[in-house]
């Protein structure tokens, strides 16, 4: 019973025997809420703290205790500084304070400097005080200030009365003597240096880097201090930006056949980047494939053709109006064979003065003669489907312009050896020589039916649905949504043939007579045309005249047609010949049909039995013989 008890009594006192794990747990807990409420704590008082500093640091200035002010700015600015980098998250509101506090010096230093400057302030004895005392933030502020001043009077934003002012004013402030001083003494060497740093500066914002380059080289040869410090810093910020934009500029000048563009881009850009590779071979690609050059006074030649017929099975195919595709690739080997080299019509004229137009030297290569093309009236009416002309210009997988149309058995055909463009861009990609710095020819465009084959205005549907009925084609509706369409595929038709070399004219919104049209009449049209082609081609500055019925010049009707910046005008003749007058240059052009081919004397030009289809003039013996 006694060992029994013994054991009972141990068991209860057991029970009662708190567990000592449970109490150590209890403390641990207890001890992390009394960390925790330390910490939010400290952090309270911390940012209570923080937040006191900027108002604090805001009064001194107010005050004038500009100790005060330091010592609080410097208090922050130690605390950060020793942070380790890798800490500086945890200085997060101590960096931001500072900020504000740099930046409360600077507004008010701002302040003053405006003032000195726009007002011819003098400064109080309070504002030097306050610069004099704050240098510390001040000092580096006001040196930075003189400098872009006198960088300001170089560039000419700011005249030399008003620098001087300024300067005078500022010289009574702590230690900027040491840095004003200096600048000062070159404020007349910086004068004698403007004209050429404004013309450098000129030529960089209209993005001529080499000029401007250029120039700069030749101030940092005459100059020193300041101004050649300054060149050199621009010819290195100059040389950064111009480098891969006009490389690839000139490379892109190379897959065009720009290659006399192309050599004088690289050619100056080497001189500049000497010893940089790629440069090189780029410029040795554009030499390979120029030549000397010469200034060409005789007499340039203007061939017009109007579409080709694709299809030698339609049953118009034997009209007199146009020639086949197979002819115009004979004419173009014609051409070369006898050294004829396009170039671009627009080369004679410079326009860029509004008013008046001077005239170009044409230069071509030596031993060729120009030639200008032209390719009439390219809306793709539905009047000409029955000569077994395209329907339309498309573009195929490659971006290359083709022509589309549907053969007598119905089947639809896209080909580049289908139209005049395709033909052409093909035979200079064979014969980069035949075009002279990537020239191509003029595409002339009206508007009343269609353009490139496209609906492209409400304006039109009628007149397309009437002439596709005359065609013996059913008409077809068109929603905004498909003019729209058209318009998208039309524009970038258009941006792939103005990158590879064509140019556009008008020839008229409604293909009118415009020597017999009165003056209403001519602005009615030019508007509509303007409109709805204009708006995608972009700025056109010539117009080929529909039937040669060409406006004289100084004609009211022509005037208003210049100030449209219509400068270039084509009219119809068998002779070449061009000629300058009051803000326009002349050009006639000779219409190569079937007719010319067969009724006309073009030796001049190309042995036309060499151009005309073998199958056609066989046919034409044969009738000759019958008769």
Request: net charge negative; glycine share 6%; charged share 25%.
């Amino acid at each position: 019973m006694y060992r029994s008890g013994i054991r009972i009594i141990d068991s209860y006192e057991q029970e009662k025997r708190p567990d000592r794990g449970y109490t150590a747990a209890a403390l641990i807990c207890l001890v992390l809420i009394f960390v925790i409420v330390g910490v939010s704590i400290w952090i309270k008082t911390t940012n209570r703290q923080e937040q006191s500093v900027l108002p604090d640091f805001v009064a001194a200035l107010d005050q004038g205790r500009y100790e005060d002010a330091l010592k609080i700015y410097r208090d922050v600015h130690d605390r950060v500084v020793a942070v380790d980098p890798g800490d500086m998250e945890s200085m997060a509101s101590e960096t931001q304070v500072m900020a504000q506090m740099e930046a409360e010096v600077d507004s008010r230093l701002q302040e003053i400097e405006s003032k000195i400057r726009y007002e011819r302030y003098e400064p109080t004895s309070g504002d030097i005080e306050f610069m004099n005392e704050m240098e510390e933030l001040t000092s580096s502020r006001i040196s930075q200030w003189l400098h872009d001043l006198c960088e300001e009077f170089l560039l000419g934003t700011i005249e030399k009365p008003d620098i001087i002012f300024i300067f005078s004013q500022m010289s009574e402030i702590g230690n900027i003597s040491a840095s004003a001083t200096p600048l000062l003494q070159e404020i007349e060497t910086i004068e004698v240096a403007r004209g050429d740093v404004q013309a450098a500066e000129s030529a960089f914002r209209q993005e001529d880097y080499v000029l401007a380059v250029q120039i700069y080289q030749e101030v940092t040869e005459g100059y020193s201090g300041f101004v050649l410090d300054f060149s050199e810093r621009r010819i290195s910020e100059i040389k950064e930006i111009m480098y891969e934009p006009m490389l690839q500029d000139g490379e892109h000048m190379l897959e065009r056949y720009r290659y006399y563009s192309a050599e004088a881009l690289f050619s100056n850009m080497a001189v500049i980047f000497p010893d940089d590779e790629r440069i090189t071979n780029d410029l040795l690609e554009a030499t390979r494939n120029t030549s000397a050059t010469t200034t060409y006074t005789g007499t340039v030649e203007v061939l017009c053709v109007r579409q080709l017929i694709a299809d030698t099975t339609s049953p118009g195919a034997d009209s007199d109006l146009f020639i086949t595709c197979s002819e115009f690739q004979r004419m173009l080997e014609q051409l070369y064979a006898n050294d004829y080299v396009l170039v671009d019509a627009e080369t004679m004229a410079d326009m860029s003065e509004d008013t008046f137009m001077t005239e170009v030297d044409l230069t071509v290569p030596e031993g060729k003669r120009p030639v200008i093309l032209v390719l009439d009236s390219f809306d793709y009416s539905a009047s000409n489907y029955i000569y077994g002309c395209c329907e339309r210009l498309v573009l195929n997988d490659q971006d290359q312009v083709c022509g589309e149309y549907r053969d007598s058995d119905g089947n639809t055909t896209i080909s580049r050896s289908a139209e005049a463009i395709g033909i052409l861009d093909a035979f200079i990609e064979e014969h980069p020589d035949f075009s002279f710095d990537g020239a191509k020819g003029v595409i002339s465009i009206c508007g009343y039916e269609s353009c490139f084959g496209y609906i492209i205005s409400e304006d039109e549907v009628d007149d397309r649905n009437d002439a596709l009925a005359a065609a013996g084609r059913p008409s077809m509706q068109f929603s905004s949504a498909d003019i729209e369409a058209n318009r998208a595929a039309v524009s970038e038709i258009m941006n792939v043939l103005l990158d590879t070399g064509w140019k556009f004219a008008s020839s008229t919104y409604g293909n009118i007579n415009a020597f017999e049209a009165d003056y209403d009449t001519i602005v009615a049209d030019t508007e509509k045309w303007l409109e709805q082609i204009g708006s995608l081609t972009g700025p056109v500055h010539m117009i080929v005249y529909p039937g040669g019925n060409y406006i004289y010049g100084t004609d009211p009707r022509a005037e208003y047609l210049k100030d449209l910046g219509f400068r270039i005008f084509f009219g119809i003749g068998y002779n070449p010949y061009y000629i300058y007058g009051s803000n326009y240059l002349y050009y006639d052009r000779l219409i190569i049909s079937d007719s010319a081919l067969r009724n006309t004397d073009l030796s001049r030009l190309f042995d036309s039995s060499l151009v005309i289809d073998p199958e056609q003039q066989s046919t034409e013996q044969e009738q000759q013989e019958i008769v």
